[in-house]
Structure formats: C-alpha cells, structure tokens
C-alpha cells in the first residue's frame, strides 16, 4: 500500500514541470503562490525564498550562471519556462549598459536555447517599452522602436525568439498588484514619498497617501495599459494550457494615465483625492504613451482583459 508520500510523489511526478526565472519577483511569486498545485514548479531567483515550501524545488543562482542552467534541466524534465528576471530599473539599465547585457540580453537567449534543445516551451516576459510611444493602442504586429535601453533589449531578445516559431512573447505593462512578502519592508519606507518609487505599487502608495492626507504627484502625460498581476498569471496560464506562441500582449484592456489611474483608486476606496496631484513628466527614458491593443491576444488566449478599474474590484 503506498504512503502518503509516495502518493505526493507520484502526483508531482504527473504534473508539467514549470522553471520560474525571478521566482521571488512581483509576476514570478505570484504565479507560483496560484498554480504549485497545477504544476510541478521549479524556482531560480538570486535570493532564498521567503516562503520556502512553495516551488517544489528551489535554485539559489544568478541567471546569468550557465553551469547552474545546465545542471537544471539535467536534473529536472523541464516542459516549460517562464522568464521573469530582469534588471528591470530604466535607470540602471541606462548606467550599468554592460552588465544589463548580460542579464536581460546574453541569459535570456542562452535560456531559451537550452530550452529549445530539451524541447521545454519557452515564454518570455517582455514590455510595452519595445514601442516608441508615439500612438495609442500598439498591437502585436506593430513596429518596435524603443527609446530606451530596457526597452532596447527586450526588443533584440524578441528578434531572436520570433524565428522560433514556438517561443511566446508577452508583452505586459504596469503590473500591479498585492505586494509580496519579501517587498513590504521596502514599501513601508517609500510609502510616505510623493513621487511614485515603484510602479507596481501605485495602488499602496496611492491609498496610504490618500488615507494620510499626503501628497501624491502621478504624471498626467503617460499613457499604460495597467495589468494586475493575477491577471498576468491567468494570461501566462493560458498560454501554457492553450499552447500559444508568437507575439502577445498579456495586459489590461485600456488606456489609462498614471493620474487617471490615481483618481481611480480614490474612488474605490471611497478617499477625497485633493492630496493628488497631476503632472506632465520630463522623464526622457518612458515613452509618452505605450497602451496596448490586445483584441488578437484575447482570442488566442480565449479571455476577455478587464480594464484598470475593473481588475480594482476583481483583485483589490
């Protein structure tokens, strides 16, 4: 008669094995936290895990280390990899042009090819800062031309994966969401700071500045399609269940600003929004407006993208 432990390790072993690069970031942590329990997942991240019993099996490595790689999927049948690590700072990335090769250019394609020769699906997180930002609403098919280093190399990784013809691309912007664990140290000492310090903390700082009577600038002259990150992983699910490739664009349905998004948040939490301030922007590295047509995505993935102040009540 077999064990509890036996039977654990026979339904493990029945499970598609997932490879998470960045297991401890924002879309990384999230999805494994979700789906443990549909796949067999397999971390990499630079740092222990803060919940150390969620990845069936956890790497301590650098991305960019390839005997770590190999040694991966030597140990593991490896079915599909997600990509999420990334130097994803668009001021780093423009300083430390050298070592950002390395990590977001150089790591991802030797991942992808190890990938492609054990025959492991490939998907790859990549921006809304491949486009210019020079119109609304860019589809998959419109022309890259990214005005900043970040943007720079996701575009040249997505070059080489597109002739492929197996790899998935997914483009995602402003991803938001409940803060992990391991991060909430850092919000509670930003969360007071009238610019917004991280992205995908708009919703946090937002309400803690409201709640505080604080001031918070968000820029009125920068165009997103915000993307919550249970919504990203519902997306990255998908794909993997509906075996999709190409280019896809896995975000919110909308066109939304920083400061639209603000007043937004206001609402939903019933706060007076006179503490919010709008701002045109003088960053020279974001693009003016990056939203995202994703109508072709929403049907290869079967889904319907809610947009910013929708996913505010379906996730928030």
């Not at 879309?27 to 069936?56: H, M, T």
């Not at 040249?156 to 994966?161: D, G, R």
């Not at 490739?245 to 603000?262: Q, T």
């Not at 960053?283 to 290869?300: A, G, H």
Request: hydrophobic share 35%.
């Amino acid at each position: 008669m077999e064990s509890m432990h036996e039977k654990e390790v026979i339904k493990m072993s029945k499970l598609k094995t997932v490879l998470i690069t960045g297991n401890n970031g924002f879309i990384g942590s999230y999805f494994v936290n979700k789906y443990n329990k549909k796949y067999n997942i397999i971390g990499l991240d630079k740092e222990e895990a803060f919940d150390k019993n969620v990845c069936a099996t956890q790497y301590i490595g650098d991305i960019c280390n390839r005997e770590l790689i190999q040694s991966i999927f030597e140990n593991h049948d490896i079915g599909i990899v997600i990509h999420t690590a990334a130097e994803k700072s668009l001021i780093i990335c423009e300083n430390n042009k050298e070592d950002v090769y390395e990590t977001n250019y150089c790591a991802s394609i030797y991942l992808a090819s190890i990938a492609a020769k054990n025959k492991a699906k490939f998907i790859f997180i990549s921006s809304d800062q491949v486009f210019p930002g020079t119109s609304p609403f860019s589809m998959e098919s419109t022309s890259v031309a990214p005005i900043n280093y970040y943007g720079k190399l996701k575009t040249m990784v997505e070059a080489e994966l597109i002739k492929t013809k197996t790899a998935a691309i997914c483009r995602t912007a402003l991803v938001f969401g409940d803060i992990p664990a391991e991060q909430i140290s850092y919000f509670d000492s930003i969360k007071s700071s009238e610019n917004l310090a991280v992205q995908g903390y708009i919703v946090q700082q937002t309400r803690y500045c409201l709640e505080n009577g604080l001031k918070i600038v968000l820029p009125d002259d920068e165009y997103v399609s915000p993307t919550h990150v249970a919504l990203l992983a519902e997306q990255l699910d998908q794909v993997i269940c509906n075996d999709v490739s190409g280019i896809l664009h896995c975000c919110g349905n909308d066109r939304i600003s920083r400061y639209e998004m603000g007043i937004a948040i206001a609402e939903y939490y019933g706060r007076k929004m006179d503490t919010i301030c709008s701002k045109g922007t003088r960053n020279l590295l974001r693009p003016k407006d990056v939203s995202l047509n994703c109508q072709k995505t929403e049907k290869l993935l079967k889904m319907k993208f809610p947009d910013f102040r929708s996913m505010l009540h379906m996730y928030m």
